[in-house]
């Protein structure tokens, strides 16, 4: 009986033949899709809204609301379309930002987003999803919507971020060094949610080390290994998105803002204490689209009664309601990823939600 061979080689031992694939450099990228004037002028505008908002000199409150994720980008700049005139309908009670989502963090295996795998269930194609979500946020920005985002893999930022006016640290990714460091780095305002347990102490930790200086590897505009140095982040805040229970009511809220005030003193840079967003859906939720308008109402409740630290709403919507499972056959405006409140009734409760603005003290 022979012995089995035993492979000498140390390198890419579980790399694929021929599975290195170089990617075009950001640089090219943003040549091939250049910042437009109008897309600029939307970012800029957007991203100082929000600062204002977060440092408790702006009366709006902030809004993040689209799709859980982006796998149509026709669908998805029908419903910036959308958000754009109901922008301008709306009391000047509320900024709206789209949710922009290009890539979803995994617990096990599944769809990874779009730039990841641009067309569902047909394999990975890295270029293309780039180069597809850098074209529409431009798109989007040239109506004039600006565009949230979670950032998950380190190296898109570079081909996407000067597109985005604020950006998400997930659930899942909160207590991660390397997203940390991340956001410690990246230009615009920078939510971090608390752990998928419920965990509000993660997101604290993390924002505290989001604002410090950091060192950390990336890649140039060029696509050169590079170590990035970065000032620290004073824009970063806590996003509530629940866990095991909800974390929207006023006690979990209160005890939220009261663990954010132990650390402020030393952290803080803004001058301003951290303020607290609450995402309506996943834990708060319990992932029930319908029940994100009762949660919405619970804490603009709280802001009308004088909570002045919470500033901000987030809230899953697609063009219509629900979910689906990918397929050959995707049906048009629905979510392939969690459920989704549809378009009629988010348009509803946005309207509702600024005319409760209007009796704030």
């Known amino acids: 009986m022979s012995a089995k061979r035993v492979s000498l080689a140390l390198d890419d031992v579980n790399i694929v033949p021929g ?48 799709p859980c994720s982006i796998h149509d980008p026709k669908a998805a700049l029908e419903y910036a379309r959308r958000l754009a005139a109901l922008q301008k309908q709306l009391p000047d009670e509320v900024l709206l930002v789209m949710r922009v989502y290009f890539e979803k963090p995994r617990t096990n295996t599944g769809w990874r987003g779009m730039i990841t795998e641009p067309t569902p269930g047909n ?23 600006p565009a949230a985002t979670e950032f998950l893999d380190p190296i898109v930022p570079q081909y996407i971020a000067d597109l985005v006016s604020w950006g998400a640290i997930g659930a899942r990714t ?30 604290v930790d993390g924002i505290q080390a989001a604002r410090s200086c950091q060192a950390f590897l990336g890649i140039d505009d060029n696509g050169i290994a590079a170590v990035a140095h970065t000032r620290g982040n004073p824009w970063t805040h806590l996003v509530l998105r629940g866990g095991k229970k909800p974390n929207c009511d006023r006690r979990s809220i209160a005890q939220a803002i009261r663990l954010l005030d132990q650390v402020d003193g030393i952290s803080n840079q803004s001058g301003y204490p951290t303020p607290v967003i609450v995402d309506a859906s996943h834990g708060n939720s319990g992932k029930d689209p319908v029940k994100q308008i009762e949660v919405c109402l619970t804490v603009v409740e709280q802001v009308v009664a004088g909570n002045c630290r919470i500033v901000g709403l987030m809230i899953e919507g697609n063009s219509k309601s629900g979910n689906q499972p990918i397929s050959r056959r995707l049906r048009y405006g629905v979510s392939i990823t969690d459920p989704c409140l549809g378009w009629g009734q988010t348009k509803a409760l946005l309207r509702k939600i600024s005319r409760m603005l209007t009796f704030r003290p």
């Not at 640089?27 to 204002?52: D, F, H, N, S």
């Not at 060094?177 to 102490?201: E, F, W, Y």
């Open 174 to 203: 909160s207590a991660s060094q390397t997203h940390r460091q991340m956001a410690s780095g990246l230009s615009m305002p920078v939510g971090i949610k608390n752990g998928t347990d419920g965990s509000i102490k993660t997101a």
């Open 123 to 145: 394999g990975f194609e890295m270029e293309r999803g780039l180069r597809l979500a850098r074209q529409l946020l431009l798109e989007i920005n040239k109506l004039g919507v």
């Open 19 to 66: 599975g290195i694939v170089p990617l075009p450099s950001p640089a090219r990228l943003k040549k091939e899709l250049p910042m437009t004037q109008k897309a600029r002028a939307t970012v800029v505008a957007g991203r100082q809204a929000i600062r204002e908002i977060l440092s408790g000199h702006g009366h709006r409150l902030v809004i993040f609301v689209g």
